[in-house]
């Protein structure tokens, strides 16, 4: 919403197909970008940049990132990323590359908020005692047409406490020792049978859940949902072992009341479960007949 002037926009791609795409894209939308060509973890194209809002969909599980090379590189902060896996790397690589009001808001494979294979758990649990981690939203499966693997969203900011990010930004309230957490899998509608997307009510629902939280006027009063959104403290947290899926902390969703008393609920379930016991009991005494005649019945 504001001009195109006002921003710098920097990137980097090594697959040379994707990186004519991305110049071309932002070519005819009339936005000067400077999207550099090579491997993000060997050959870092912007070293000393440093950005206010970074976006990122880097690929998921890559084991193949040549990580071995790379063990002692200043960017791991919060540990030394495994050979095997180049999900923290990612995640370090865009911490190293924010400003010092930054944000940043990217997509990783769900396994990056649970596992501990290789000390991957140990970097997530330095990122969070670090205070870096704003936001965490799990999303639905089969929205990517690319992959099958299941998704999520991770927010980092440098700064939680209350400062602005960007200039002409209003102020956001105190975050720190606080995550919110937002289980979307249940949200968007099937397109056809493989592939989901999310609404444009669904993102909305998302975003706004997020900018309230964060304290923006404009967004209305945060509020805990039952079943997608949970506030939690960094002490609940570590009883979980600093894992960060969602659905660890957001419980489970309030049941709508029907209307039916309870008495006559009972008694329709019992009469219910009567008729499931009575059926069940004639199917066994069928199997058992069959098994007679076919000489196993002993």
């Not at 069940?280 to 069959?290: G, Q």
Request: net charge neutral; charged share 25%; aromatic share 8%.
């Amino acid at each position: 919403g504001k001009a195109k002037a006002d921003i710098s926009i920097y990137g980097q791609e090594s697959n040379y197909t994707t990186w004519r795409l991305a110049k071309m894209n932002l070519a005819i939308r009339g936005i000067d970008g400077q999207i550099a060509h090579g491997d993000t973890f060997h050959n870092d194209r912007f070293p000393d940049l440093k950005a206010d809002f970074i976006l990122a969909n880097p690929p998921f599980n890559v084991s193949d990132w040549g990580g071995e090379r790379l063990r002692n590189d200043a960017r791991w902060k919060y540990g030394v990323p495994p050979t095997g896996n180049a999900n923290f790397a990612w995640v370090q690589h865009i911490v190293h590359h924010l400003a010092p009001a930054g944000v940043a808001g990217f997509v990783l494979a769900n396994g990056s908020m649970s596992s501990n294979q290789s000390g991957e758990g140990e970097i997530r649990r330095n990122l969070i005692e670090a205070d870096l981690v704003d936001c965490m939203v799990a999303l639905p499966g089969q929205l990517f047409y690319s992959t099958q693997i299941p998704a999520c969203l991770w927010f980092l900011a440098r700064d939680r406490r209350n400062g602005t990010r960007a200039a002409g930004e209003s102020r956001f309230r105190d975050r720190r020792g606080h995550i919110l957490f937002i289980d979307a899998r249940k949200l968007g509608r099937m397109v056809d049978r493989t592939h989901r997307e999310l609404t444009d009510e669904d993102i909305a629902r998302i975003a706004n859940t997020y900018h309230a939280w964060r304290g923006e006027k404009e967004a209305g009063e945060y509020k805990d949902v039952p079943g997608f959104c949970k506030s939690a403290t960094l002490e609940e947290i570590r009883k979980h072992g600093h894992v960060l899926t969602p659905g660890r902390y957001v419980g489970a969703a309030a049941q709508e009341d029907d209307g039916e008393p309870f008495e006559e609920k009972m008694k329709r379930l019992v009469a219910t479960l009567r008729e499931h016991q009575a059926e069940a009991a004639k199917l066994d005494a069928a199997i058992a007949a069959n098994l007679e005649e076919l000489g196993y019945g002993g």
